[in-house]
């Protein structure tokens, strides 16, 4: 009855777990589900660190960039790339981010480690499958994967990569040696996750790595590879990338059976960052 305390305040605290149960439930259901793990695993004789996200069939690996790792890198996909459709994979490749130690080194075969680390990396999380989302080195290492395990690849977008280096790419990469000359924006992030002197010493023993393609034949990253790439292949530029002129571009997609070339011109070398709706959009459809 109304008049027994004991009742009522039985009645409320029903309610109010039903509420929060039901609260719970939403915030669970897939298209709200913003969970991200942060896991290390034993690849290749290292311990590479990754971040997964969603629950969807189609798995993806997002590629960073030089210096790059998945949190520094990839932010506005982790967040927002369909949790239904998707699983998300960020990594870390070695040397870089949290799969340290070893310090990041620069032998010839660097991206070919990397595009091996990553396809393993993979098949060791239980993935039969994937996609791959790479930016700028990412990129490069996408399409060496592509290329030397096409079994195991389902689709690939780059952005911001190159095939070759030349006398203008040499140029533009000197340009970047010296980390103090970088926007805050770009550099606070790389500083605070490594520290100024990894950080320092690394983009310049970065600087050395990429030089060593120049002097092979045609300046070879892996231009040879790009007819081996059987999968569908997106290729997104932006038009004012102060870092890779658009040639690479047009080149890649030259090479590349069937690929597909989309220009941005407002663009820049992060434009999946500066224009992160209409990247995600564009890398969702493709993938569907």
Same mark, same amino acid.
Request: net charge positive.
């Given at each position: 009855?109304?008049?027994?305390?004991?009742?009522?305040?039985?009645?409320?605290? +029903?309610?109010?777990?039903?509420?929060?149960f039901h609260c719970v439930e939403l915030l669970c259901q897939p298209a709200h589900c913003t969970?991200?793990?942060?896991?290390?695993?034993?690849?290749?004789?290292?311990?590479?660190?990754?971040?997964?996200?969603?629950?969807?069939?189609?798995?993806?690996?997002?590629?960073?960039?030089?210096?790059?790792?998945?949190?520094?890198?990839?932010?506005?996909? /982790?967040?927002? +790339?369909?949790?239904?459709?998707?699983?998300v994979v960020a990594w870390d490749p070695r040397g870089y981010g949290h799969s340290r130690p070893?310090?990041? !080194?620069?032998?010839?075969?660097?991206?070919?480690?990397?595009?091996? !680390?990553?396809?393993?990396?993979?098949?060791?999380?239980?993935?039969?499958?994937?996609?791959?989302?790479?930016?700028?080195?990412?990129?490069?290492?996408?399409?060496?994967?592509?290329?030397?395990?096409?079994?195991?690849?389902?689709?690939?977008?780059?952005?911001?990569?190159?095939?070759?280096?030349?006398?203008?790419?040499?140029?533009?990469?000197?340009? /970047?040696?010296?980390?103090?000359?970088?926007?805050?924006?770009?550099?606070?992030?790389?500083?605070?996750?490594?520290?100024? !002197?990894?950080?320092?010493?690394?983009?310049?023993?970065?600087?050395?790595?990429?030089?060593?393609?120049?002097?092979?034949?045609?300046?070879? /990253?892996?231009?040879?590879?790009?007819?081996?790439?059987?999968?569908?292949?997106? /290729?997104?530029?932006?038009?004012?990338?102060?870092?890779?002129?658009?040639?690479?571009? !047009?080149?890649?997609?030259? @090479?590349?059976?069937?690929?597909?070339? @989309?220009?941005?011109?407002?663009?820049?070398?992060?434009?999946?960052?500066?224009?992160?709706?209409e990247f995600n959009k564009l890398a969702e459809d493709f993938l569907q």
């Open positions: 009855s109304s008049g027994n305390p004991f009742r009522s305040v039985l009645r409320s605290a +029903l309610l109010l777990l039903t509420l929060m969970s991200v793990t942060s896991a290390k695993v034993a690849v290749n004789g290292v311990h590479l660190h990754y971040q997964r996200t969603g629950e969807g069939e189609h798995a993806v690996l997002l590629l960073p960039g030089m210096l790059g790792s998945g949190e520094t890198d990839f932010g506005p996909q /982790i967040k927002n +790339l369909n949790k239904k459709l998707f699983t070893p310090d990041r !080194d620069f032998p010839l075969d660097f991206f070919e480690r990397d595009a091996k !680390d990553a396809v393993d990396l993979m098949k060791t999380l239980k993935f039969k499958k994937v996609s791959l989302l790479g930016w700028s080195d990412g990129g490069i290492t996408a399409l060496i994967a592509a290329a030397r395990y096409p079994s195991y690849i389902n689709k690939v977008v780059i952005w911001g990569a190159n095939a070759y280096v030349t006398e203008e790419d040499e140029t533009i990469y000197q340009g /970047i040696r010296d980390v103090s000359k970088w926007s805050e924006r770009t550099r606070k992030p790389l500083e605070t996750l490594y520290g100024y !002197d990894y950080f320092t010493k690394t983009c310049e023993k970065w600087v050395d790595g990429i030089k060593q393609f120049k002097h092979l034949s045609d300046g070879n /990253i892996c231009r040879h590879l790009l007819p081996l790439v059987q999968c569908p292949t997106l /290729i997104v530029h932006g038009e004012k990338d102060p870092l890779v002129p658009r040639f690479h571009a !047009d080149f890649i997609h030259k @090479h590349v059976r069937g690929s597909r070339l @989309h220009l941005m011109p407002e663009g820049k070398h992060n434009l999946h960052l500066r224009f992160a709706n």
